[in-house]
T-cell receptor
Framework: GQNIDQPTEMTATEGAIVQINCTYQ??????LFWYQQHAGEAPTFLSY????GLEEKGRFSSFLSRSKGYSYLLLKELQMKDSASYLC?????????????FGQGTTLQVKP | EAGVTQFPSHSVIEKGQTVTLRCDPI?????LYWYRRVMGKEIKFLLH????????ESGMPNNRFLAERTGGTYSTLKVQPAELEDSGVYFC????????????FGQGTRLTVV
């Protein structure tokens, strides 16, 4: 079956660092995505990992270990505007249409 | 460049009525996906178009849902007749290639069936 797990909620302090974990068990794999979604808005792309290792993009970094079925999103120097839902999603291989399989999302609340 | 746009942003209908959701993908994007998020659950795949052809509709809940993409441009998703459990947020996403490192999402249509 397809299963993607991430914590439901997290709270962190402005200026701090937070790590959001995601574990997955899927029948196929063609990359892992992280999206940010503010309430009532479109999910917006944050990062993409297809090979093992760390991808850094400004204050955001994402890590992937394919052998462990594990990823994390690291947010540094947290700002109040980072309060949002963070979605982990695995992409099916192109032979299977390339659709995304999502976790439930992690709601991050940043406090002053 | 315009992003993925969806209409309407909100819709409230009575059980048994018909609703049609529309998605305009980014111009030139052959791949168009419909997803749905019901309350408390994860976003789930509904179907995938490549141009005007349905590549995968394995996620469609039942035959009350009909998706079309005439001419390979915009897409519509019709729910007829709507049931209470159809309430949720319907998202559309588009990409140029299946191997694109990013799929662009619309803001979603919040459907409430009462």
């Amino acid at each position: 079956g397809q299963n993607i797990d991430q914590p439901t909620e997290m709270t962190a302090t402005e200026g701090a660092i937070v790590q959001i974990n995601c574990t997955y068990q899927t029948s196929g794999f063609n990359g892992l995505f992280w999206y940010q979604q503010h309430a009532g808005e479109a999910p917006t792309f944050l990062s993409y990992n297809v090979l093992d290792g760390l991808e850094e993009k400004g204050r955001f970094s994402s890590f992937l270990s394919r052998s462990k079925g594990y990823s994390y999103l690291l947010l540094k120097e947290l700002q109040m505007k980072d309060s949002a839902s963070y979605l982990c999603a695995v992409r099916d291989p192109p032979s299977n249409t390339g659709k995304l399989i999502f976790g439930q999302g992690t709601t991050l609340q940043v406090k002053p | 460049e315009a992003g993925v746009t969806q209409f309407p942003s909100h819709s409230v209908i009575e059980k048994g009525q018909t609703v049609t959701l529309r998605c305009d993908p980014i111009s030139g994007h052959d791949n168009l996906y419909w997803y749905r998020r019901v309350m408390g659950k994860e976003i789930k795949f509904l179907l995938h178009f490549v141009k005007e052809s349905k590549q995968d509709e394995s996620g469609m809940p039942n035959n009350r849902f009909l998706a079309e993409r005439t001419g390979g441009t915009y897409s519509t998703l019709k729910v007829q007749p709507a049931e209470l459990e159809d309430s949720g947020v319907y998202f559309c996403a588009s990409s140029q290639d299946l191997t694109d490192t990013e799929a662009f999402f619309g803001q979603g249509t919040r459907l409430t069936v009462v």
